[in-house]
Structures are given as structure tokens and as C-alpha cells.
């Protein structure tokens, strides 16, 4: 919340009455501490405390419980990411920022091309990278689960791409679900399962964070 109130913050000073809009679906994938957000009441008072210029009407009771919905699991963080992806493209904003966190933005974008560059992720802190919704409509998941309607895939600009030394269009469908499978394994391999469970199990020695990213 506070990352997009600072970085945008010239916007919302120049247009008072836009608000910062607080999706639980697109919260990070693990149940760590870090990756857990404040009950709703704790929330809602600090946003009207400090007179924040915040929306949180779709902050609900449990979004903050990792069960169910917000399991640490592929399946419900790929579930979430694609019911958020459909909320965005039923929006009548033709430009829309969205912030988020390096894990669930490769589930929430469906690019998984080098996602296991840095340590759970294959962003680095701010970067920014611009989709558009595909023209095409796609009724599987990266997994090959038959869907009973639209995905609401993304497909990364060339410009985008170009921005961050990367030559031509996004890998397609196909080449992703490859680099899906890959990513995950890559991130288990990095002692970074989802569940904390898991990965004390598996006990893989943590990374670190130098000059900002996470290695």
C-alpha cells in the first residue's frame, strides 16, 4: 500500500479525489510474516487516521488468513491471480498501475521467463513491465485445467520487453506453460515453497538481499 501512495504520490496529490484501490487477490504468494497482510480493522483505522487516499471495500474478514482462497498453494495463487486479471479487465480504465510483489506477479501475468533469476522472483525491486490483455481467448490454465470461461491472458509489449533488454515478443502459450513448470521447480530448488511448512522440510539455505535484490 505504502509503496504505491509514495510512488504515486504527485498523482494523487493532483487528482484528490482518486483512490489507491486494495485488491486481496494480488497479495503475495507465501504465509510468512512479510507476505501476510493486517486484519481489516487495523487497516481501516490506519487509513482513516492518516487520511489516506485509500479504497479498501474489497478488503474482507480472512483475506489475510493463507487457507482456502489464500492458500499457499500454486493452485489457489494461480486461481486468484486469474480471477484479479479478470476484475482488471472488466474495469472501464483503459490504463491501469498495479503494484504488487515479484512471486505473485509471474502468476498474475503468466510470464515466467527467467523467474527464478533472483531469489523467488525474476523482477527486480521496481521494476515495471506493461501488459495488455490478449486478444485471444484461452480456456486452460498454464497447468492444462480446462476453465469454464476466459483467462484473461496478458501479453507483455515489445516496447516493455525492449525496456528491459529483452528481445522480441513474450514467449507464447505453450512456451510458457514449459517455463511455468520450470519456474516452480526452480523456486522449490531455492528452498522458496510457499508453505513454510514445506519449505523447512526441505531446508535449503535462505537467500539474501544485495543492493536491493533479493539473491
Not at 486484519?39 to 482456502?68: C, M, Q
Not at 486452460?140 to 483467462?151: A, C, R, V
Amino acid at each position: 500500500m505504502y509503496t504505491a501512495l509514495q510512488s504515486f504520490g504527485p498523482v494523487f496529490k493532483a487528482n484528490p479525489d482518486m483512490k489507491l484501490i486494495l485488491l486481496p487477490d494480488i497479495q503475495e504468494t507465501s504465509d510468512v510474516a512479510c507476505d501476510t497482510g493486517s486484519d481489516p480493522s487495523a487497516l481501516r483505522k490506519e487509513i482513516e487516521e492518516k487520511g489516506l487516499p485509500v479504497d479498501a471495500s474489497l478488503v474482507h474478514e480472512g483475506w489475510n488468513v493463507k487457507t482456502g482462497r489464500y492458500a499457499p498453494t500454486n493452485a489457489a495463487v494461480g486461481a486468484r491471480a486469474r480471477d484479479a486479471r479478470r476484475w482488471l479487465k472488466a474495469r472501464p480504465e483503459k490504463e491501469i498501475v498495479m503494484v504488487s510483489h515479484g512471486g505473485v506477479l509471474h502468476y498474475f501475468t503468466e510470464d515466467w521467463e527467467n523467474s527464478s533469476q533472483f531469489q523467488g522472483t525474476g523482477w527486480t525491486n521496481t521494476e515495471y513491465r506493461t501488459y495488455t490483455f490478449s486478444d485471444k481467448v484461452d480456456l486452460d490454465d498454464l497447468e492444462g485445467h480446462k476453465l469454464d470461461t476466459d483467462n484473461a491472458s496478458l501479453v507483455e509489449t515489445v516496447e516493455s520487453r525492449e525496456r528491459r533488454g529483452k528481445k522480441g515478443p513474450m514467449a507464447d502459450r505453450e512456451k510458457q506453460k514449459e517455463l511455468y513448470k520450470q519456474g516452480v521447480q526452480g523456486w522449490d530448488d531455492q528452498g522458496l515453497q510457499l508453505s513454510t511448512a514445506e519449505r523447512e522440510a526441505a531446508k535449503v539455505p535462505a537467500g539474501k538481499e544485495v543492493n536491493g535484490v533479493r539473491v
